[in-house]
């Protein structure tokens, strides 16, 4: 009897650091699952940005010189170009007090910036009708900072072709700090 309880405890304890054993292997060995997408077929502007983020080499940003070239790339690939920045107010003359593309933010308040689900908190700017709500555009060679990340919420009359306007809080503000400068924008999300 003696001899058959010893010979169960041996495999209860046998059995017991192997179960032991295996906990402490697969705990130790986490697998750290990616999930990867295959884009090499995708030709969204989109696809092409998340690419180009982790590997600069595989995309290119496309330079243009006309305005018609921006609306012929852009929604391709990243596009740069020279422009006229101004600055506005959501107290100017005209003026409504929310942005011209939806979610038609109120800014009368000077909430002048926008939380976008991919790039964060960005700046506001009216840009051309033909470029779509929602484009990302940053904004290089400006006074207001090194690089400036805008996205196109608005819209004016006299805003066409390379010129945008970039909102601030108040008329005076635009006019002191902005101005009107010559600066490069690029267009990296074309639309939402």
């Given at each position: 009897m ?5 010979m ?25 699952v ?5 884009i090499?077929?995708?030709r ?30 852009a929604s ?13 107010g ?5 003026c ?25 908190k ?17 904004i ?10 805008a ?10 072709g ?15 700090k ?5 600066v ?9």
């Open positions: 003696k001899q058959t309880f010893l169960i405890k041996s495999c209860f304890t046998y059995v017991g650091f192997v179960v032991i054993l295996i906990l402490v292997v697969a705990y130790g060995n986490k697998i750290n990616v999930n990867t997408e295959d090499s077929n995708v969204s502007i989109q696809a092409i940005h998340l690419v180009s983020k982790y590997n600069k080499k595989i995309v290119k940003t496309k330079y243009v010189n006309d305005f018609n070239d921006v609306l012929k790339y391709k690939m990243p596009t740069k170009f020279e422009g006229i920045m101004t600055g506005y959501p107290d100017c003359e005209g409504g007090g929310k942005t011209g593309c939806p979610p038609r933010q109120d800014v009368r308040n000077g909430n002048v910036s926008f939380k976008d689900q991919e790039y964060g960005v700046n506001i700017v009216a840009t051309d009708s033909r470029i779509p709500c929602g484009s990302i555009i940053k290089t060679n400006s006074s207001l900072g090194k690089e400036i990340t996205i196109a919420l608005d819209r004016g009359g006299v805003i066409k390379t010129k945008m306007d970039f909102l601030v809080a108040t008329e005076a503000i635009a006019s002191n902005v101005g009107k400068q010559s490069t924008y690029e267009i990296v999300r074309w639309g939402w």
